[in-house]
């Protein structure tokens, strides 16, 4: 049986989907399944033990001629059965036009009669409110699981020469050896409305630097370089920045050399998470019941306002569920996990 399983786009989603991923694996366990995802979550994919290859979907769902290059190489694949995890009606297009004779997903987005089992949508009060748990019931609904497991941490896999080029990375690019460090992740793709700002992230860093004698070092995308720069530039104390220069492949590897992860509710966050690295979580306009890191090694920084949870990429008032966040509560937050690591 070939199966293939349309990812979905968005980093932290596609770790959250991992539980899922694992579930169908255990369900077909001679069946060769495939995940076609977007360039930029394919490789967080690689070598996972739930998938026997990753296919890269380069071409743009509005770009109907490249859409269709795309169906014609699926459609020579001969793929048995296509599981939708993307809600999109671009991916039940596709899998249509790839001419998989089983096409299962959500029933949404108009895209119920591309379906072969058009799958009813939950409602919020029918599944647990955490995200994981949406990809779940769908497999249950499909009849592929008797019922959805409870989910206490989701985990990334990594080879032991993936963490050893990870740490001559590190090492190269200024970090000490025997240092603890820190991983700041200040960007999150969605939208500056989930982001603090910058000047508190270097003073929270600049203490942590102080206080630990911490190595911190920068992460963020090619367009997050910037902001990351901003906070290098207002710390007394020079960080390691490695924004713009880490593929997402390479992400989980790097993050796993690294004592705990300090950022905002994004995709790094859930990556940092599924290595086993305690997470300092600042959320704002998002609720941390659907989107929290799914490991019991993390702490959350909030402070409810009246507008929260409102899910805006911008804020278009005065960004108060960030602007009341603190410095000091978040370096408390830091302290309680870097006070167990071991000294050098």
């Not at 942590?208 to 710390?235: H, P, Y």
């Not at 220069?245 to 390479?250: D, W, Y």
């Not at 402070?303 to 929260?308: A, D, I, Q, T």
Request: net charge neutral.
């Amino acid at each position: 049986m070939k199966i293939l399983v349309r990812a979905t786009n968005w980093v932290g989603d596609a770790v959250m989907c991992i539980p899922a991923l694992e579930a169908v694996r255990a369900r077909w366990p001679q069946a060769e399944i495939s995940i076609l995802a977007r360039r930029w979550v394919a490789d967080l994919y690689g070598g996972q033990p739930f998938a026997d290859r990753v296919i890269t979907q380069d071409a743009s769902p509005r770009n109907p001629f490249l859409v269709e290059g795309t169906a014609r190489t699926l459609r020579r694949e001969y793929f048995d059965c296509a599981l939708l995890l993307q809600n999109a009606f671009s991916a039940a297009w596709l899998a249509w036009r790839a001419g998989i004779p089983e096409r299962i997903g959500y029933a949404r987005d108009g895209r119920s009669f591309l379906l072969t089992r058009a799958i009813a949508v939950p409602a919020k009060s029918e599944i647990p409110a955490h995200e994981s748990y949406y990809y779940l019931e769908l497999l249950r609904r499909a009849g592929w699981i008797e019922k959805v497991p409870q989910v206490s941490e989701i985990r990334l896999w990594l080879t032991p020469q993936a963490t050893e080029a990870a740490e001559s990375q590190l090492q190269q690019a200024g970090a000490r050896a025997e240092a603890v460090r820190i991983a700041l992740a200040p960007g999150a793709a969605y939208g500056s409305a989930k982001c603090w700002l910058p000047e508190r992230f270097a003073e929270a860093a600049d203490g942590l630097i102080g206080q630990f004698g911490a190595d911190v070092i920068l992460f963020g995308t090619s367009s997050e370089a910037e902001v990351c720069q901003q906070i290098a530039a207002r710390m007394h104390h020079r960080p390691v920045n490695l924004a713009g220069q880490t593929p997402i492949g390479e992400l989980p590897a790097l993050f796993s050399r690294c004592q705990l992860f300090l950022g905002n509710d994004s995709g790094a966050m859930h990556v940092a998470a599924a290595v086993g690295v305690p997470v300092v979580a600042i959320f704002g306009p998002t609720d941390p019941e659907g989107t929290s890191p799914v490991t019991p090694k993390w702490s959350l920084v909030r402070h409810p306002v009246s507008c929260s949870p409102c899910f805006l990429r911008e804020c278009p008032i005065d960004h108060r569920c960030m602007t009341r966040i603190e410095v000091a509560e978040v370096q408390a937050a830091a302290v309680k996990w870097l006070e167990k690591v071991p000294r050098a």
